[in-house]
């Protein structure tokens, strides 16, 4: 790749990101500060129940947004309620409101809510039951997954490839992981175009939480030995104000943005609903004016 291409790469890729918003109070107005155009992921967890994600994505396709819902496998339940519908439900209300692009992650929780462990079980069930999408979305772990093993992972990825169009790759902080990874994933044929997830603008004190709670760093009450090797890495990256910056990933990308055999679609940003400084530093990037936050913003504040 030229040097001109590699500079302009990651700007080029920004322009069109697709941002990852929680369904809680006040997502509405926090959508309305991205691009009319902007492709916004609506995620789930078990404390929000999938009728909340339901409920945001529906609403935000009304206002013309184009909405990737999250369907986690394992937060589909067998007992509908309002909070936390069937299958079917699910697919009929997206068909209703227009959502084409679904994501399809497994779902972090220990005991299913019905009758699907896995997400390739939920992507079966999607095409038995006569409903396609434009595309489909799957996760995937360059840091691995603290549930499951790799090569589980490796097969899963595998055969999810005949259901799904691409792959979001889970945060991780080290560029030259994500890079052995994508070579490893390509070497073993997974083809599927990947988006690079990337931390938002965040304050520092959400990072030591988001770190656990994704797998990045291990629970210190279940692996208290494995916790303590880990933080000495991690916190390496925490004292730095730069460590954690989206810019530290996306420079240590931009070599390999343009390159076929790595087949990076473009960024997928975890925002945590952190929009506005979020968007401020998209905004520069993309004008190629790319600076590090400033003292009291963003990674540097306590």
Not at 80 to 98: F, H
Not at 247 to 257: E, H, S, T
Request: net charge neutral; with cysteine.
């Amino acid at each position: 790749m030229s040097r001109r291409k590699e500079q302009s790469a990651p700007a080029h890729l920004l322009e069109h990101p697709r941002f990852e918003l929680l369904p809680i109070k006040g997502i509405t107005d926090q959508a309305l500060l991205l691009p009319k155009d902007a492709k916004i992921t609506i995620t789930c967890s078990q404390d929000i129940g999938l009728g909340a994600t339901l409920r945001a994505s529906k609403r935000l396709a009304h206002r013309g947004f184009l909405v990737v819902p999250h369907i986690p496998a394992r937060l589909v339940s067998n007992d509908p309620d309002e909070s936390n519908p069937d299958i079917r439900t699910i697919l009929r209300d997206l068909k209703n409101a227009d959502i084409r692009e679904i994501f399809v992650p497994g779902g972090d929780v220990e005991e299913p809510l019905g009758e699907f462990h896995s997400s390739l079980e939920l992507l079966y069930m999607i095409m038995a039951l006569g409903y396609s999408f434009d595309e489909i979305g799957v996760a995937s772990y360059p840091d691995g997954h603290p549930l499951i093993d790799d090569d589980i992972l490796l097969e899963a990825l595998k055969a999810k490839q005949a259901f799904a169009t691409y792959m979001v790759t889970q945060i991780c902080f080290d560029p030259k992981v994500i890079v052995r990874w994508l070579e490893n994933m390509r070497a073993e044929g997974v083809t599927l175009p990947a988006y690079i997830g990337i931390l938002g603008i965040l304050p520092r004190r959400k990072i030591l939480d988001i770190g656990i709670r994704i797998g990045v760093l291990p629970d210190p009450s279940s692996h208290p030995w494995e916790f303590m090797k880990q933080i000495i890495r991690f916190w390496k990256i925490l004292i730095d104000p730069k460590g954690l910056h989206p810019d530290k990933i996306i420079k240590g990308l931009a070599p390999y943005l343009c390159d076929e055999g790595y087949n990076i679609l473009g960024f997928h940003i975890y925002t945590f609903n952190q929009i506005e400084p979020t968007e401020n530093w998209r905004k520069e990037l993309v004008s190629s004016k790319i600076k590090n936050p400033k003292k009291g913003e963003g990674y540097g504040k306590r």
